[in-house]
C-alpha cells in the first residue's frame, strides 16, 4: 500500500521524465539519462530500420508529433510542415509505433452520421522521451502542456495494464465535425465506457456531451483527475 501511495505521489514527476527503468532507478540524474536514451536510442536502432534515409526528417516528424499530444493528426499537414508525402509520413509513423515509441488512437464511429471517422491521434509510450524530443523538462506545475501531458500519461498507462492483464478492451477517441469530443473510450464485454481527463480539477466538472449519451444510451463516463486516477489504472 506503501509503495502504491509513493507512486500515486510522484505521478507529477513520471509525467515530466518517465517510466524507463535508467531513470526510474537514478533519481537525480533523469536529464542526462533521458538525453542519452533519445540520441541513441531514437536517432541511431530505429533510423537503422527500414531503410530510413532522411534522419533529419524522423527528428523532426518526432518533434511535431510530441507537439500534438492530445490533437488529431493530419499526415498532410505533418508531411507539408516537414517536406514529406503523406505516404512516407505515415510509413515513419509506423516504424515508430513498431519501435513502441508512439501508439495511434483511432477515432470512434457507430451510429452518427456527423462523427468524424478515419482520424486518428498519436500519443507517446513514455513521456519523458517525449519531452526529451521537444527540449521540454520544466516542472509539471510549470508547464503550459500539463493538461496533454495528463491525458497521454492517464492514455498510455490504461493501455499498459490492459496489455498486462490480458484485457479484450478496444479503445479509441470520439468527435463529431461540430467539434463535440470524449477524450477516450473503452469497450469491454459489450460495455461502453467514455473518459475525460482534466489535470486542472477546477475544470474537471465536465458533462457527457448530449449527442454522445443519446447515441450511445447505457455508456458510462466518467472524468478522471488525480483524486480518481487510482481506480482509473488499477481497474
Known amino acids: 500500500m506503501d509503495d502504491l501511495l509513493d507512486e500515486l505521489r510522484m505521478i507529477p514527476h513520471r509525467m515530466v521524465y518517465g517510466y524507463y527503468p535508467e531513470v ?11 538525453k542519452e536514451l533519445s540520441d541513441s536510442y531514437l536517432y541511431k536502432d530505429i533510423l537503422s530500420l527500414d531503410s530510413i534515409n532522411k534522419p533529419d526528417k524522423l527528428s523532426r516528424l518526432l518533434k511535431a508529433l510530441a507537439l500534438q499530444i492530445g490533437s488529431q493528426v493530419s499526415y498532410n499537414e505533418i508531411g ?18 513498431k519501435s513502441y515509441i508512439v501508439f495511434r488512437l483511432g ?17 507517446f509510450w513514455d513521456l ?37 492483464h490480458g484485457s479484450f478492451a478496444q479503445s479509441w477517441f470520439w468527435r ?11 469497450e469491454e464485454d459489450g460495455v461502453l465506457s467514455a473518459f475525460e481527463f482534466k489535470w486542472n480539477e477546477h475544470k474537471a466538472k465536465v458533462k457527457c456531451p448530449e449527442a454522445f ?23
Open 24 to 34: 526510474v532507478c537514478h533519481p537525480g540524474e533523469e536529464k542526462t539519462i533521458l
Open 213 to 235: 449519451s443519446v447515441a450511445y444510451p447505457g455508456s458510462q463516463f466518467t472524468v478522471i483527475t488525480r483524486q480518481n486516477i487510482e481506480e482509473f489504472l488499477l481497474h
Open 176 to 186: 463529431t465535425q461540430q467539434q463535440k469530443e470524449i477524450d477516450y473510450l473503452e
Open 107 to 123: 477515432s470512434f464511429s457507430r451510429n452518427l452520421r456527423k462523427e468524424l471517422k478515419a482520424s486518428r491521434k498519436i500519443y
Open 128 to 164: 519523458g522521451i517525449r519531452n526529451a524530443v521537444i527540449g521540454n523538462m520544466a516542472q509539471i506545475e510549470n508547464r503550459t502542456d500539463a493538461g496533454e501531458l495528463w491525458e497521454n500519461f492517464a492514455i498510455a498507462e490504461r493501455l499498459k495494464q490492459n496489455a498486462y
Open 80 to 97: 507539408n510542415l516537414i517536406s514529406l508525402d503523406s505516404k512516407t509520413v505515415e510509413r515513419y509513423i509506423d516504424i515508430l509505433e
